[in-house]
């Protein structure tokens, strides 16, 4: 257990550095405009190379979850047993909260870096209404975050059935993941996963503190939805819950 949780830490801080670092120190590099920051698709690819490539590197060990959402998920799928999600929660936020603590030494090693509360998408944070980068309001943004978790979900217990491709799980796991930021991070910044939400909010400013309640419960419910729903599907094959490659 010791290793799982410490890869499922490591996981999650590869997961915030790349992605949100990504956003905060390369999406508008050299100002809007500039041919060298990366932009929107940028920052979708970036986050899901990072799934990609932690999936693979540490998959093996943990299952690669670096997300309580997918954890949730696979449990009310019927692959991850209950005892776990307690500690796999506390690695995945901890893990989290030293990529965003890494990555604000980092961007302030910039002449003039600040990070402005009142904006939307500071520090590569999540928000609604104000903080929306697009504007949209609270229930876009909570059925933004339902649906597309609850998609993640799908592609992630589907990609790894045991009778899915051998080998190839981590790769349309990662698609999924850029092509759920393309989009979504006009509406919330996207989040779909309590960790990462929760990494920069703490260094963000209490105004997405306050909105963190969504990008809980949000990503939570749509990850129970994506569980059950392809529990039930794969429902008629009792080879599927409890297979060994499944319980990862």
Known sequence: MIKRLAAELL?????????????????????????LGIGLLGVSLAFGLTVLTGAYALGHI????????VSF????????????????????????ALAAFVL???????????????APGTFA???YGAMSPGGYGVAAAFLCEVVLTAMFLVVIMGATHHRAPVGFAPLAIGLALTLI??????????SVNPARSTAVALFAGPQA??????????????GLLGGVTYGWLGRDRP??????????
């Open 181 to 190: 930021h393309l989009i979504s991070i006009p509406v919330t910044n996207t």
């Open 73 to 96: 998920g696979l449990w009310a799928g019927g692959r991850f047993p209950i005892r776990d999600l307690a500690p796999y929660v506390v690695a995945q936020v901890v893990g989290g």
């Open 239 to 248: 080879d599927i819950v409890g297979n060994p490659r499944e319980a990862a």
């Open 209 to 222: 503190i306050s909105q963190l309640w969504l990008f809980w419960l949000a990503p939570i419910v749509g």
């Open 104 to 118: 604000l030494q980092i961007a302030g090693g910039q002449p003039g870096f600040a990070i402005d509360p009142a």
């Open 62 to 69: 943990s299952g690669g979850h670096f997300n309580p959402a």
């Open 11 to 35: 996981g999650t801080f590869w997961l915030v550095l790349g992605g949100c670092g990504s956003a905060v120190l390369a999406a508008n590099f050299g100002g809007e405009g500039n041919p």
């Open 125 to 127: 944070s999540n928000g």
